[in-house]
């Protein structure tokens, strides 16, 4: 019995040292990392471009028309689709046959082109 008793005190300081330890850390951090959740302006950052050419600008819609490469961060095929415009800007910049770079997001369930630029 002096055994299991002896087990248990020293499971008991151990495991108050750690708390202990965590508590008087000076600079509040964990030992380990915490995922971060990327922003919609972190996105756009970080996610690829894909190439493009314009098909259709439609300004009453705010929705550019676009066949497409492959869109890596969405797993999308090449295709000619509707794409929403995050800034309305975008449908003054280009025209149809307009070769184009464009970064494109998920926002609130609809495919958005957030970054764009003509190519020469």
């Known amino acids: 019995m002096n055994t299991r008793l002896t087990g248990i005190l020293v499971l ?3 495991t108050g040292t750690a ?3 965590q508590a008087t850390d000076p600079t509040a951090q964990h030992a380990h990392d915490h995922a971060t959740v990327p922003t919609a302006a972190s996105a756009a950052v970080t996610a ?3 190439e493009g050419e314009i098909r259709k600008v439609d ?3 705010q929705k550019l028309t676009v066949k497409h490469g492959r869109i890596e961060n969405l797993g999308m095929s090449p295709m000619t689709m509707v794409f929403r415009v995050k800034d309305p800007a975008f449908l003054t910049q280009v025209k149809p046959g307009d070769q184009v770079k464009m970064t494109v997001e998920r926002i609130e369930g609809a495919l958005t ?3 764009l630029q003509r190519v020469p």
Do not use: F, N, R, W
Request: proline letters at 7%.
């Open 12 to 14: 008991a300081l151990a």
């Open 113 to 115: 082109i957030v970054a």
């Open 59 to 61: 300004v009453a819609a």
């Open 48 to 50: 690829p471009q894909t």
């Open 19 to 21: 708390v202990a330890g």
